[in-house]
Every structure is written in C-alpha cells, then in structure tokens.
C-alpha cells in the first residue's frame, strides 16, 4: 500500500484516544514517531542544559514503561529489536535514554510540511491584528493557573485527610508524574490536560494503582486498625494476676457470709 498521511501531534490529547490501555508494538511506534522532536532544541535536565537535535527525544525506560503499560523486559527487547532493525539509535545510562528515529525525514514530506507552514503564516498574518490585544491577558491567566496548580500539587502533599487516605508513596507518585515537564521542557504533564480537577485525578490514579502504592497504604491501615483493637482489648481485659486477686476477693467474702 503506497502513500502516506500526516498525523498532528495533538491526537496525543484526545481523552478519547489517550486513555489507559496496554499498548502495542504499532502504537509504541506511533508514540515515539509523535514524540521526537521535530527540531532542534535545547531542555533542562536536572540541572544540566541539554541539546536535542531534530528526531530524537530524551526520556526514561520507567517513563516508557508507564506510558506503554510494559514491564521493564519486555520494553527493552522493544528498543533492541527497533535498533537492530535500525528504525532507531539509543544511549542509556543511570539518568536517562537517548532515543533517536533513524532516517526521521522519511516520516515528514517537506513540500506539504512547507505548505502547510506558509499556509499558517498566511492566516496568521491576517488574524494577527484582532488577537494581539489579547494575548497578554491570556499569557496573564496561563501564568496565574500554571501557579495555582502548582501549588495545589504541593499542598497535596500536606493535606492530612488524602494522606490518611491514599498514603504518602500513592501521592508522591501522582504529584511526581503530573508535575514532570514535558520533553520540550515548555510545559508540565498537567497542562497537557484541558481540564485537571486534582482531587477526580488523584481518585482515579488510586483506582489504576500503577505500582501497587494504594494497596500496600490499605493493608498498612488494616493492619494499623488491628494493632489498635488488639491494644484496645488487652488494655480492657483482666491480666491473671489480677483474676486471681479478683477471684480471692470473692471466695473471701462468701466464706464470711456463710
């Protein structure tokens, strides 16, 4: 079958098609195609400024692992097969992993992505005079719920009453992941998101329980509960001394009345 289409990078958006699944092989594919970067660029890491030239992407084997729903071997004969077959590079190491799409201008037809781009500037031009009066506004509220989400996500985890419910280990790993920025470093997972209601997705996140947090917190409450019923008891009931005391008591004063 000849031919090919191009596919926008917004479809990783769409709550439709973006939902928890185990993926395959195809969509694996698919997702890090969508996720190189299509220019150069530059994004920190840590605390380092790292360079990433176009089709090729920085990320981590837990991230992939997470966002395939694989197990860590099955993800690494993934990336061997695709690098044996030469459709991809990779360097690893302790931090990160360096993927790179061999040959990543195949995937793009440059005539149509040129078009396309004068295309856009054309329309941009002619809707630029009725927009920009509006722009600082909106870069204003961005800015201002970029910073309140933030700070939700860190009053999170100080909140008594999700603590006592989820555990600390569930919350970290939800806040960790939400917050992570993005590959381009312009933005945080979160925001990839059009609507983001933190308690719904932390409740939701409890119900995936990715790696087994929630249901380790769970059993540590049983447990927790048990501990205090037995304390609870033992604390009530009678120690045998002092039922030999309290039987002596009453044989006593039997003995007197008869």
Same mark, same amino acid.
Request: with cysteine.
């Given at each position: 079958?000849?031919?090919?289409?191009? !596919? =926008?990078?917004?479809?990783?958006?769409?709550?439709? +098609? #973006?939902?928890?699944?185990?993926?395959?092989?195809?969509?694996?594919?698919?997702?890090? !195609?969508?996720?190189?970067?299509?220019?150069?660029?530059?994004?920190?890491?840590?605390?380092? *400024?790292?360079?990433?030239?176009?089709?090729?992407?920085?990320?981590?084997?837990? $991230? !992939?692992?997470?966002?395939?729903?694989?197990?860590?071997?099955? !993800?690494?004969?993934?990336?061997?097969?695709?690098?044996?077959?030469?459709?991809?590079? *990779?360097?690893?190491?302790?931090?990160?992993? =360096?993927?790179?799409?061999?040959?990543?201008?195949?995937?793009?037809?440059?005539?149509?992505?040129?078009?396309?781009?004068?295309?856009?500037?054309? =329309?941009?031009?002619?809707?630029?005079?009725?927009?920009?009066?509006?722009?600082?506004?909106?870069? #204003?509220?961005?800015?201002?719920?970029?910073?309140? *989400?933030?700070?939700?996500?860190?009053? +999170?985890?100080?909140?008594?009453?999700?603590?006592? $419910?989820?555990?600390?280990?569930?919350?970290?790993?939800?806040?960790?992941?939400?917050?992570?920025?993005?590959?381009?470093?312009?933005?945080?997972?979160?925001?990839?998101?059009?609507?983001?209601?933190?308690?719904?997705? *932390?409740?939701?996140?409890?119900?995936?329980?990715?790696?087994?947090?929630?249901?380790? =917190?769970?059993? $540590?409450?049983?447990?927790?509960?048990?501990?205090?019923?037995?304390?609870?008891?033992?604390?009530?009931?009678?120690?045998?001394?002092?039922?030999?005391?309290?039987?002596?008591?009453?044989? $006593?004063?039997?003995?007197?009345?008869?």
């Amino acid at each position: 079958m000849g031919g090919w289409i191009s !596919l =926008h990078r917004k479809i990783l958006e769409n709550p439709i +098609l #973006n939902r928890s699944r185990v993926y395959s092989n195809f969509e694996a594919w698919i997702w890090l !195609l969508l996720k190189a970067n299509h220019k150069d660029n530059k994004f920190m890491l840590g605390t380092e *400024l790292v360079k990433v030239k176009k089709g090729s992407m920085i990320t981590s084997q837990k $991230k !992939l692992c997470r966002q395939f729903r694989w197990g860590s071997t099955k !993800l690494r004969n993934f990336l061997k097969v695709l690098q044996k077959d030469k459709m991809l590079l *990779l360097e690893t190491n302790t931090q990160s992993t =360096h993927i790179t799409i061999c040959n990543y201008d195949t995937y793009q037809d440059k005539q149509i992505t040129n078009k396309m781009q004068t295309t856009h500037a054309q =329309h941009t031009d002619n809707t630029r005079t009725t927009t920009n009066n509006n722009v600082n506004n909106v870069n #204003n509220v961005n800015n201002v719920n970029k910073k309140i *989400l933030l700070q939700d996500f860190e009053n +999170l985890l100080k909140d008594k009453e999700c603590l006592d $419910k989820y555990g600390l280990a569930m919350i970290t790993e939800f806040v960790d992941y939400w917050i992570e920025p993005t590959l381009d470093g312009k933005k945080y997972n979160f925001q990839l998101k059009k609507t983001f209601h933190i308690k719904k997705r *932390l409740a939701t996140w409890s119900k995936q329980d990715y790696k087994g947090t929630y249901k380790m =917190h769970k059993e $540590k409450l049983i447990q927790k509960r048990q501990d205090e019923y037995l304390r609870e008891a033992e604390k009530n009931a009678y120690r045998p001394d002092e039922q030999i005391d309290m039987t002596s008591k009453i044989t $006593k004063g039997m003995f007197k009345k008869i």
